[in-house]
């Protein structure tokens, strides 16, 4: 299966996510801030896989943001179901956003680092039928596969 294309962004009207964002900070009792809006829409409108050092970087040249203050907002964004965790990379956490999306999995190239999505519907009959036999009750799941690309491959083959 080619992996799945990503989707451009529909709209980059954000009004719905914010305020998703908002009604869930109220509701926990965090102060909506500046600081924590801007580093929301920053992530939102992000359609790639990202760290926090990249964040930062894109983040920096339009309001002075500190990393610490990214790291406190990345679990609320992901509380509120907007922002997840993908993978793991020299110790280096990815994230994506979620919201708006269709559930998927991905390809991580370990030489070039690349990112490839693909969804695979039967993964959720996996994890149905493991959580019956577990009598577990899911609240989500992640399959990654990793190693060399195509065109990877090709390179190592002409070496
Ligand atoms: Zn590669
Ligand atoms: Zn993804």
Not at 75 to 99: F, K, Q, S, T, W
Request: aromatic share 10%; proline share 4%; glycine share 4%.
């Amino acid at each position: 299966m080619p992996p799945m294309k990503k989707p451009e962004p529909t709209s980059e009207d954000l009004t719905e996510e914010m305020e998703a964002f908002r009604k869930y900070l109220k509701s926990r009792g965090f102060r909506v801030t500046r600081e924590r809006e801007a580093i929301a829409e920053c992530i939102l409108r992000n359609h790639d896989h990202f760290d926090v050092d990249e964040l930062f970087m894109s983040l920096r040249s339009k309001t002075p943001i500190s990393k610490a203050s990214i790291y406190r907002a990345i679990p609320l964004l992901i509380r509120c179901g907007l922002l997840a965790e993908v993978y793991l990379e020299d110790g280096h956490m990815h994230y994506e956003r979620v919201y708006g999306r269709e559930l998927h999995s991905h390809l991580r190239c370990v030489n070039c680092r690349r990112i490839f999505e693909f969804s695979a519907p039967e993964l959720a009959l996996v994890e149905k039928r493991i959580c019956r036999q577990e009598g577990f009750k899911s609240d989500g799941y992640k399959f990654e596969i990793w190693g060399l690309c195509s065109n990877c491959q090709d390179k190592k083959k002409k070496d």
